[in-house]
């Protein structure tokens, strides 16, 4: 915990520009993200020095990806005042982008920035099949959200060899992202993957249907059951913080199931 709260201050600090938080909103720093790398790293034996060279830069580079993703479309009877905080979100992940090569630079850890290329690569990969559409299957759009939820994380744990936390990664923050749109979805009545599924399954309505709506439903909670299964068949030697996190995430999941998984 200690740890986890010494390198979220380090990535607040560096996320810190007075001009920027008068007209942005604050950038959030993902703590599950931070502990599922201080997971991975520890496991590793990684030294606590290098522990900061790998989180630090990968977190702002997340940062970045995530702040570029805020960019609305600009429209032409949009006012002064909302061009210009569109204007301003885009120089924020530039920043922050800018803020993660110089960090590796001034450490010429050079492997580390071909290492998280490689991920951002095959994040920005995804993301265009995202907004493009041109998914034709369910199955392929929820992999896709899962890489770019986990690739960073992922390349993090292949790098230290350990592909089963590559595995729990991406099952982990898919669930996350799984959650967090059926959320969205339930409250707002739309969201960026749901509207992805309205397209793959229902190409020629323009308006769902309450039916339409409950099936959709249906498919995001059989994906979230299918991740908390695999999260709970996994043989990982989980810190106390990480397995309180995963009661959490998983919440009410049936007990049955869960010792249906451990006894299978």
Same mark, same amino acid.
Request: proline letters at 2%; glycine letters at 2%.
């Given at each position: 915990?200690?740890?986890?709260?010494?390198?979220?201050?380090?990535?607040?600090?560096?996320?810190?520009?007075?001009?920027?938080?008068?007209?942005?909103?604050?950038?959030?720093?993902?703590?599950?993200?931070?502990?599922?790398?201080?997971?991975?790293?520890?496991?590793?034996?990684?030294?606590?020095?290098?522990?900061?060279?790998?989180?630090?830069?990968?977190?702002?580079?997340?940062?970045? @990806?995530?702040?570029?993703?805020? #960019?609305?479309? &600009?429209?032409?009877? *949009?006012?002064?005042? $909302?061009?210009?905080?569109?204007? !301003?979100?885009?120089?924020?992940?530039?920043?922050?982008?800018?803020?993660?090569?110089?960090?590796?630079?001034?450490?010429?850890?050079?492997?580390?920035?071909?290492?998280?290329?490689?991920?951002?690569?095959?994040?920005?990969?995804?993301?265009?099949?995202?907004?493009?559409?041109?998914?034709?299957?369910?199955?392929? @759009?929820?992999?896709?959200?899962? #890489?770019?939820? &986990?690739?960073?994380? *992922?390349?993090?744990? $292949?790098?230290?060899?350990?592909? !089963?936390?590559?595995?729990?990664?991406?099952?982990?923050?898919?669930?996350?992202?799984?959650?967090?749109?059926?959320?969205?979805?339930?409250?707002?009545?739309?969201?960026?993957?749901?509207?992805?599924?309205?397209?793959?399954?229902?190409?020629?309505?323009?308006?769902?249907?309450?039916?339409?709506?409950?099936?959709? @439903?249906?498919?995001?909670?059989?994906?979230?059951?299918?991740?908390?299964?695999?999260?709970?068949?996994?043989?990982?030697?989980?810190?106390?913080?990480?397995?309180?996190?995963?009661?959490?995430?998983?919440?009410?999941?049936?007990?049955?199931?869960?010792?249906?998984?451990?006894?299978?």
């Amino acid at each position: 915990m200690k740890k986890m709260v010494m390198l979220k201050e380090q990535i607040e600090r560096f996320l810190h520009h007075p001009y920027l938080l008068q007209h942005i909103s604050t950038r959030q720093v993902d703590e599950d993200r931070i502990l599922l790398s201080l997971s991975i790293l520890e496991d590793a034996r990684i030294s606590s020095e290098e522990v900061e060279h790998y989180i630090i830069p990968m977190m702002l580079v997340q940062i970045a @990806l995530d702040t570029h993703d805020e #960019v609305t479309n &600009s429209l032409p009877c *949009c006012e002064n005042d $909302e061009l210009k905080t569109r204007q !301003l979100v885009v120089l924020a992940g530039d920043l922050y982008s800018g803020l993660y090569y110089d960090y590796l630079a001034k450490l010429n850890q050079i492997p580390i920035i071909r290492l998280f290329a490689e991920a951002i690569k095959e994040i920005n990969e995804h993301k265009l099949r995202l907004y493009q559409r041109d998914i034709e299957r369910i199955e392929t @759009l929820f992999h896709s959200v899962g #890489v770019i939820e &986990s690739s960073l994380i *992922c390349k993090l744990s $292949e790098h230290c060899s350990s592909p !089963l936390w590559s595995k729990f990664a991406y099952y982990y923050l898919l669930l996350k992202r799984l959650h967090n749109e059926k959320e969205k979805f339930m409250n707002l009545g739309s969201s960026t993957i749901f509207e992805q599924m309205a397209t793959i399954l229902f190409q020629k309505t323009k308006i769902m249907t309450k039916e339409q709506k409950h099936y959709l @439903l249906h498919i995001c909670n059989r994906y979230i059951d299918h991740c908390k299964k695999e999260l709970l068949n996994m043989k990982l030697d989980l810190n106390d913080l990480l397995q309180t996190r995963i009661s959490e995430l998983i919440g009410n999941f049936s007990v049955i199931a869960k010792k249906t998984v451990e006894e299978g």
